[in-house]
Structure formats: structure tokens, C-alpha cells
């Protein structure tokens, strides 16, 4: 398969810093078949121009390229990337911390949206953390104008739950606060 993008191919977009809307071209009637494989560092702007695309990348400290090494060193981390030839298309990173799984994030580039793409990356998630000794799985799920995480986790299989996740962005003022 080769997709053209201002007359040269993704591989040689990609190389060439193009990557973006456009970029991937959507196709419903494509026989796609995708690579799961564990992030590398260089993912990284890959994967934070797909979470811009889906208005899901707000907070650089979690979820920028030094917090993504940081998260891929964590031995009780799974982040995983899905790619099509070699170029990514999608991502899902979670925890287990030896008694529960979650998954804190998944992504999937809008124009590889609906195809499947997602759930691959659940299945290869869950199976991880099954194979780890998880005997169950939670995930952080949200909706926003451009994306609707929990209408997707509903039709895999997730009930929701009466809890409410929180969160403060400045550790340092919290343990001052605490004094």
C-alpha cells in the first residue's frame, strides 16, 4: 500500500517532517493490517501530533516526549504503538501495579478511526496485562468535543463505575499545602 501526500509517499512525508491531517488518508474499504509493537523514544512526536489531532494532548509534564521515556522505562508500564508500514498510527499505555490494570490512555489517529485500530490496541493490552497476572482491567475514559473514549470502552465490554477521577497538577504545592 502506498499513500500519497503532496506527491511522495507517507514513508518520505514522514521522513521530510510532513505528518499530520492529510497525512493519512482515509479509506474504508482498505484491508489494513497493522504492527503492535512496544514505543520506542523516537515515537514521540507521532504520537503527540495524533493525541493534538484528537484534542487530547493538554498537559506536556504527562504526556510529552520526557514523559513518555519516563512512562516506556517503568517496568510495570505497557505502552504499545500500532503502525502501518512503519508509520504510527495509534498508541495505548496502562499499568498494572500486581494487583490491578488500567489503562490510562489510548489514541488513534482520526482518519484510522473506526477501523479497528483501537480495539487491536486493547486486546494487545489486556493480553499483556493477562499474561502479567491481571485478573481485571480498568481504564481512565473521557468524552470532549473531538473524541467520546467511554461510548468506545462501553462497546468493547467496560461498565462504568461510581468513582470520579481527579487530579492536581502541582505535586510540590500539594505536599506544601499539606504541611
Same mark, same amino acid.
Given at each position: 500500500? #502506498?499513500?500519497?501526500?503532496? *506527491?511522495?509517499?507517507?514513508?518520505?512525508?514522514?521522513? =521530510?517532517? +510532513?505528518?499530520?491531517? &492529510? =497525512?493519512?488518508?482515509?479509506?474504508?474499504?482498505? %484491508?489494513?493490517?497493522?504492527? +503492535?509493537?512496544?514505543?520506542? /523514544? %523516537?515515537?514521540?512526536?507521532? #504520537?503527540?501530533?495524533?493525541?493534538?489531532? *484528537?484534542?487530547?494532548?493538554? @498537559?506536556?509534564?504527562? %504526556?510529552?516526549? $520526557? =514523559?513518555?521515556?519516563?512512562?516506556?522505562?517503568?517496568?510495570?508500564?505497557?505502552?504499545?504503538?500500532?503502525?502501518?508500514?512503519?508509520?504510527? #498510527? &495509534?498508541?495505548?499505555?496502562?499499568?498494572? %501495579? /500486581?494487583?490491578? =490494570?488500567?489503562? @490510562?490512555?489510548?489514541?488513534?489517529?482520526?482518519?484510522?478511526? /473506526?477501523?479497528? #485500530? &483501537?480495539?487491536?490496541?486493547?486486546? *494487545?493490552?489486556?493480553? $499483556?496485562?493477562?499474561?502479567?497476572?491481571?485478573?481485571?482491567?480498568?481504564?481512565?475514559? &473521557?468524552?470532549? $468535543?473531538?473524541?467520546?473514549?467511554?461510548?468506545?470502552?462501553?462497546?468493547?465490554?467496560?461498565?462504568?463505575?461510581?468513582?470520579?477521577?481527579? +487530579?492536581?497538577?502541582?505535586? *510540590? $504545592?500539594?505536599?506544601?499545602?499539606?504541611?
Amino acid at each position: 500500500m #502506498i499513500i500519497i501526500y503532496a *506527491n511522495m509517499t507517507i514513508n518520505e512525508g514522514v521522513k =521530510a517532517g +510532513i505528518y499530520g491531517e &492529510g =497525512a493519512l488518508m482515509k479509506d474504508s474499504n482498505l %484491508d489494513i493490517e497493522t504492527t +503492535i509493537r512496544k514505543f520506542h /523514544g %523516537d515515537d514521540a512526536p507521532a #504520537i503527540i501530533e495524533i493525541l493534538k489531532l *484528537n484534542g487530547q494532548y493538554s @498537559h506536556p509534564i504527562v %504526556d510529552g516526549p $520526557e =514523559a513518555m521515556s519516563k512512562v516506556s522505562k517503568n517496568p510495570s508500564v505497557v505502552f504499545l504503538v500500532s503502525e502501518i508500514d512503519g508509520i504510527i #498510527i &495509534g498508541s495505548v499505555r496502562g499499568i498494572y %501495579d /500486581g494487583s490491578r =490494570a488500567l489503562i @490510562h490512555q489510548i489514541t488513534v489517529h482520526p482518519n484510522w478511526q /473506526g477501523k479497528g #485500530i &483501537g480495539t487491536k490496541l486493547i486486546k *494487545n493490552i489486556a493480553s $499483556e496485562f493477562r499474561d502479567r497476572g491481571a485478573p481485571t482491567i480498568s481504564v481512565t475514559a &473521557g468524552k470532549s $468535543e473531538k473524541w467520546d473514549s467511554i461510548e468506545f470502552f462501553e462497546k468493547l465490554g467496560f461498565e462504568d463505575m461510581p468513582i470520579k477521577l481527579m +487530579i492536581h497538577f502541582d505535586i *510540590n $504545592e500539594l505536599i506544601k499545602e499539606l504541611k
